[in-house]
């Protein structure tokens, strides 16, 4: 630290120079990502209330009210208007919330709670702080969580089981309903992890698409996370955690009885967190509408299906499975595709490597012209790696 401060013009210039080679959305090159740069008018709604204090709601009751508006819009799109939650800092607070929510209900020991094998890495993180048990269970040929490996591994131990809907490397939807009976049939709490699909799947059912049950209306989910800073295009952080009911959400309630606003209830894992994300959320709520993002869901829809086509075409290359949402995952049998994923990166291009996969995801910053560009270094390599 210095001990006279520097002039703002030299610490911006300096920050300038400093950041100036990081990757960026708009160049197209962070094609294995599932965030984005955030719409315009989520970053002035955030930047002209950059002080709301959602921690000491007392003081803000009018971004407290955004708030509830928002968890009812989104509560809406997920079949159910009833439910009660925050916005967070993103999935894995959200996913960590509906952990905890599901170990307090419970009143067993040895608390185990079943998971597929696709999980995001944040609930071996929540289970690890809970002191949960985490058994992960298999995928079938679809690669969706295998239903009777988890019927079969439901044991006097459960508490919880864990849907996806959106899965982080393939974006595979599990089977929602009959993990749902399955909870209904055990007692045991229903998770629903739709941190990347929650802004998506909703909008393919409103196209028409068929789009399986992936949210409230299965009578056994008892919470699902929605994170608005994936394809919901909202400024970082912005994760979503719905409950079924009030009731549920209150299992995480904390009584803060000190806070200046005269409020004194904290229900998520920060205590001073962000207003002004709720602020950008439902501005775009808002402003997008449901017709607004149907036409950007559409737009990554087609561009991810032109992407997977052109990839099957690539001598030596394969995509793992047909894209649910847009994530297009490439495999090779010929080649090893961490050399794959090498060299892309020499090229410029960000992707994510999985254990036997590289992962592609068609967000809305991703141009035509960016897929273009991609196909054909994507062609140059496999070129190079087969022959
Ligand atoms: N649930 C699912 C299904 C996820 O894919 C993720 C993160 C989470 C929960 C956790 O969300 P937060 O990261 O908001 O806590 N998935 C992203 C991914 O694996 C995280 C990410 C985002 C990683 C951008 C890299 C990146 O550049 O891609």
């Keep these: 630290m210095e001990n006279e401060g520097l002039p703002q013009k030299l610490v911006l210039e300096e920050l300038d120079s400093r950041l100036r080679n990081d990757f960026t959305y708009g160049s197209g090159r962070i094609i294995g990502s599932m965030c984005t740069c955030p719409h315009p008018l989520a970053r002035k709604a955030y930047a002209l209330f950059i002080d709301r204090n959602l921690g000491d709601s007392g003081l803000f009751p009018a971004v407290a009210k955004l708030e509830k508006e928002t968890v009812r819009m989104l509560g809406t799109l997920l079949s159910n208007p009833k439910a009660s939650g925050h916005i967070v800092t993103g999935g894995t607070e959200a996913n960590t919330l509906a952990l905890w929510a599901a170990r307090k209900l419970s009143k067993k020991k040895n608390c185990e709670v079943i998971v597929p094998a696709s999980a995001h890495c944040s609930f071996d993180k929540a289970a690890d702080q809970l002191g949960l048990k985490i058994v992960k269970v298999g995928l079938n040929t679809r690669f969706q969580v295998d239903v009777e490996a988890v019927r079969k591994r439901v044991n006097s131990n459960t508490v919880a089981i864990v849907g996806i809907?959106?899965?982080?490397?393939?974006?595979?939807?599990?089977?929602?309903?009959?993990?749902?009976?399955?909870?209904?049939?055990?007692?045991?709490?229903?998770?629903?992890?739709?941190?990347?699909?929650?802004?998506?799947?909703?909008?393919?059912?409103?196209?028409?698409?068929?789009?399986?049950?992936?949210?409230?209306?299965?009578?056994?989910?008892?919470?699902?996370?929605?994170?608005?800073?994936?394809?919901?295009?909202?400024?970082?952080?912005?994760?979503?955690?719905?409950?079924?009911?009030?009731?549920?959400?209150?299992?995480?309630?904390?009584?803060?009885?000190?806070?200046?606003?005269?409020?004194?209830?904290?229900?998520?894992?920060?205590?001073?967190?962000?207003?002004?994300?709720?602020?950008?959320?439902?501005?775009?709520?808002?402003?997008?509408?449901?017709?607004?993002?149907?036409?950007?869901?559409?737009?990554?829809?087609?561009?991810?299906?032109?992407?997977?086509?052109?990839?099957?075409?690539?001598?030596?290359?394969?995509?793992?499975?047909?894209?649910?949402?847009?994530?297009?995952?490439?495999?090779?049998?010929?080649?090893?595709?961490?050399?794959?994923?090498?060299?892309?990166?020499?090229?410029?291009?960000?992707?994510?490597?999985?254990?036997?996969?590289?992962?592609?995801?068609?967000?809305?910053?991703?141009?035509?012209?960016?897929?273009?560009?991609?196909?054909?270094?994507?062609?140059?390599?496999?070129?190079?790696?087969?022959?």
């Design 165 to 387: 809907a959106g899965t982080t490397g393939l974006g595979i939807v599990d089977q929602i309903s009959e993990l749902s009976e399955i909870a209904a049939e055990n007692s045991l709490y229903l998770h629903v992890d739709a941190a990347f699909g929650g802004f998506i799947l909703p909008f393919l059912r409103e196209m028409g698409w068929k789009v399986p049950d992936f949210d409230f209306s299965s009578p056994g989910v008892c919470s699902v996370t929605i994170d608005p800073h994936k394809m919901g295009l909202a400024p970082i952080p912005a994760g979503g955690i719905l409950f079924r009911n009030e009731k549920l959400r209150k299992t995480v309630a904390w009584n803060v009885s000190y806070l200046a606003g005269g409020e004194t209830e904290q229900a998520t894992l920060a205590g001073t967190r962000s207003g002004a994300s709720v602020i950008a959320v439902w501005s775009l709520l808002k402003h997008l509408g449901k017709e607004g993002y149907k036409r950007i869901v559409a737009r990554c829809m087609r561009l991810t299906w032109k992407l997977a086509e052109e990839v099957r075409e690539i001598k030596g290359l394969d995509i793992v499975t047909e894209p649910t949402l847009n994530i297009v995952g490439i495999k090779s049998e010929g080649f090893d595709v961490r050399q794959l994923a090498k060299e892309l990166r020499v090229r410029n291009w960000a992707v994510s490597l999985f254990p036997s996969h590289i992962r592609i995801v068609v967000m809305p910053h991703i141009q035509k012209q960016h897929v273009e560009r991609f196909l054909s270094d994507l062609k140059d390599i496999a070129n190079k790696l087969g022959g």
